[in-house]
């Protein structure tokens, strides 16, 4: 295919960041994400092999919102603009997003995430945390 795309629900979770005291609970989370994004992208290839050549990425995180913003629209909303200017614990590295994915995607989509030499990551906050992911192979 000339372009692939797909979606993995839940939690985006940030590659390599851990504290010294959630080490393990951090790198449990990353390694349930990734499996999850192995299965919705081995499904996507639909028993294609991995791609062996330049590959332009685009990815969208929606981050959950958690229960401290509150139940009413109005405060979910003012929280989310809140957390977006400034960021926080609840605003993980768009750049540590993207890498545990794109290793994820190691071998099943690409060879090699060093093939990945375009495209954009976006994170923002949802109602319904997912990833959705666009590959064009060029």
Known sequence: ???????????????????????????????????????????????????????????????????VAGKTQAARAKWVTKHRLIGGKFNPDRTNLLKGFEDALNGIVFLDDVLVVNGSAVKEFADEPQTVAVVRFM
């Not at 990353?30 to 499996?35: A, G």
């Not at 192995?38 to 639909?46: I, P």
Request: glycine residues 8%; aromatic residues 10%; without cysteine.
């Open 1 to 67: 295919p000339q372009e692939l795309s797909f979606t993995v629900p839940g939690q985006p979770v940030p590659w390599g960041v851990h504290t010294r005291y959630d080490r393990s609970e951090s790198k449990a989370r990353l390694k349930t994400f990734q499996e999850m994004v192995q299965v919705v992208a081995r499904l996507a290839m639909q028993g294609l092999p991995p791609h062996n050549g330049l590959v332009h990425l685009d990815v969208w995180f929606y981050l959950g919102i958690p229960a």
